[in-house]
């Protein structure tokens, strides 16, 4: 005779899941890791492209860097960061990494906008880099617990 197959219930929030399986991630969590994804690959784009235009001495960027009063230097310096940056951000683990990497993104989109407003440009050019800053904010804040640093009360030493 054949057994007869009903539907299994799932388990009951919080409790363990049989050994060996997996539970599927909930809609929002689906979500979540989607938007990451999505955040993410379009932050290590806008850094790798102009990080190697950077250290190529596209003439466009040489062009607006000196427009801005960087010096040609400057160029090697900030490409090299750019695309180490975008590296680290897309690579698997290296948490203590990705922090520096989403602090530097942040302090060079945000010194982007600073530069466009002090030398005159217009609104756009000085709103794009602060929109970028938004979304690299957005893949920093939405990144799996295997992406972040993490700190607990174990690693603190306590003073006595």
């Known amino acids: 005779m054949l057994e007869s197959r009903r539907p299994v219930a799932p388990a009951p929030r919080g409790t363990p899941a049989a050994p060996g399986l997996k539970r599927a991630p909930s809609p929002a969590a689906r979500t979540r890791q989607a938007f990451y994804w999505l955040t993410t690959a379009l932050a290590v784009f806008a850094f ?15 062009q607006d860097m000196a427009h801005l009063g960087y010096p040609p230097y400057f160029l090697t310096i900030l490409g090299t ?7 680290v ?3 698997p683990r290296l948490p203590r990494l990705k922090e520096w990497a989403y602090a530097g993104m942040i302090f060079d989109l945000t010194g982007a906008g600073i530069s466009r407003a ?6 756009s050019t000085v709103v794009v880099p602060l929109m970028l800053a938004g979304m690299v904010l957005a893949s920093w804040s939405l990144r799996p617990p295997s992406r972040r640093l993490g700190i607990t009360t174990s690693n603190l030493r306590r003073d006595t």
């Open 81 to 87: 960061w750019k695309v180490l940056g975008a590296i």
């Open 118 to 123: 002090v030398t005159g440009d217009t609104a």
């Open 48 to 62: 790798i492209v102009p990080g190697i235009g950077n250290l190529i001495r596209a003439r466009h960027i040489a």
């Open 89 to 91: 951000v897309a690579a």
